[in-house]
């Protein structure tokens, strides 16, 4: 409190709901006083005075560099009106900006599945306030404030964040920011300049996005059996690659999409030398392969290799399923029943393997380990594999090693698809499946 001239007079802290009649002002009739009240919104806590003082002048009183969320000050001018007691009412106001930002798309098809990194730049680090003239003076210093939207389930096309207090001069310059936008599933930044920033309001930042939805294509079936040959299939555009479904298979698959196979081979054939010890081999250079399939069984008979296993290192065949009956030698006999491809039989919702052409042209497979089970990442083997020809050195079989590489395909996003499915004929031969992408539509079509 100040006298007419400037003065400092006297000073008290008060709690709001706590005040007393001992906390009052004795103070002359007819005088006029300056009262300034100040708070940061804290129970304990208040703000900073220019070098801890605040027995001085109103004309050097400062609050000084000021960095809490909130900052509230009023200054009136009272006369005193002698013979009874006198009141005054604080209502203060606030000095720093507030705002709330919410994110709505412009549809109700719209889902806003994640938002992260949201922030608002440059923001002044803290801001002093003179009481001689109520100005706020600020930090030469920035900083970036973050913003929280909390737990988002993806299920509505509106969030709303926490509010955040901004400590920043008039301005129509700030930036709003977010790293990471998910609607739809479409990821992408967005950014906001020329915001406008007032001090002391409070108010909502709302952002309207028309990003596009993204719809399933039609799902097409797929089946080949022994009579099949090469079946050639048109599939429909996508934006975000295609999903092949496979219910059961057995036992391989070579599928060309758009001109080009999944998998491309080389085999590394031997010549037998003469060695000290007696007749030997040893690799001789690269030759291309020609079978290039998929295939989930080892054949010495048709001289090929298993060339896909699970990534965790487990192989097909490895698991128990069960027991079946069949007739050897005219008796009833229970035959085991292991994971083999062939014994996995799944279903639309649960398939027992799923091929994937991702947007970025890779191929990924997954496969079930039993009927119906949850699906786990499968792995082309690259490296070398042996197995016999029918060719020896001396008494010693031959070996031929063959590197299966994995080639990038592209599934088109503006004319149909062509994909020529295949099987080597390796004793009885089965697929059956499905397969369908995913295509950005306009929000308000759905």
């Not at 001239?5 to 709901?17: L, Q």
């Not at 081999?281 to 060339?307: K, L, W």
Request: glycine letters at 6%; proline letters at 3%; one cysteine or more.
């Amino acid at each position: 409190m100040y006298n007419n001239s400037g003065e400092y007079v006297a000073h008290n802290d008060f709690k709001v709901g706590e005040e007393t009649q001992e906390d009052s002002f004795k103070l002359l009739s007819g005088d006029t006083y300056t009262f300034v009240s100040y708070s940061i919104g804290s129970a304990s806590d208040l703000p900073e005075l220019k070098d801890n003082k605040n027995q001085v002048d109103i004309s050097v009183a400062e609050l000084h560099e000021i960095s809490a969320n909130y900052l509230m000050y009023q200054k009136q001018k009272v006369t005193i009106v002698g013979g009874r007691d006198n009141y005054i009412d604080i209502t203060m106001n606030h000095q720093f900006s507030e705002i709330t930002t919410v994110i709505r798309h412009k549809y109700e098809a719209g889902r806003i599945e994640e938002v992260s990194g949201a922030k608002f730049s440059p923001i002044r680090e803290n801001a002093s306030l003179a009481f001689q003239n109520n100005a706020l003076s600020y930090s030469s210093k920035t900083k970036e404030v973050s913003v929280s939207f909390g737990e988002i389930s993806g299920n509505t096309h509106s969030t709303t964040s926490k509010p955040v207090s901004l400590i920043s001069e008039n301005t129509e310059s700030a930036k709003f920011t977010i790293e990471k936008l998910t609607i739809n599933g479409l990821s992408n930044p967005l950014i906001y300049e020329d915001l406008k920033i007032t001090p002391g309001m409070r108010y909502n930042l709302i952002l309207e996005v028309n990003a596009r939805c993204i719809a399933d294509t039609d799902r097409r079936t797929l089946n080949l059996n022994e009579s099949s040959n090469v079946e050639t299939f048109t599939l429909p555009e996508a934006d975000f690659g295609f999903v092949f479904d496979i219910q059961e298979l057995d036992n391989s698959f070579d599928m060309e999409i758009n001109g080009v196979h999944l998998l491309s081979a080389q085999r590394q054939k031997q010549r037998c030398i003469a060695g000290g010890g007696g007749t030997t081999y040893r690799d001789t250079q690269m030759e291309p392969y020609s079978f290039i399939d998929v295939n989930f069984e080892n054949s010495e008979a048709d001289n090929i290799a298993r060339n896909i296993r699970f990534k965790d290192g487990s192989q097909y065949g490895n698991i128990l399923l069960g027991y079946r009956t069949e007739i050897v030698n005219g008796k009833p006999k229970e035959v085991p029943v292991n994971n083999e491809i062939w014994n996995i039989i799944g279903t639309t919702e649960n398939p027992a393997l799923r091929i994937i052409i991702e947007k970025d042209r890779t191929v990924k497979y997954f496969g079930s380990k039993v009927p119906e089970g949850p699906l786990f990442p499968l792995e082309i083997i690259t490296s070398e594999i042996e197995h016999k020809t029918n060719e020896k050195c001396a008494l010693i079989f031959k070996k031929q090693r063959v590197v299966y590489s994995e080639n990038k395909v592209t599934w088109h996003n503006n004319r149909p698809n062509i994909v020529k499915i295949s099987q080597a004929k390796i004793g009885d031969t089965l697929l059956k499946g499905s397969g369908s992408g995913q295509k950005k539509v306009s929000c308000a079509d759905l």
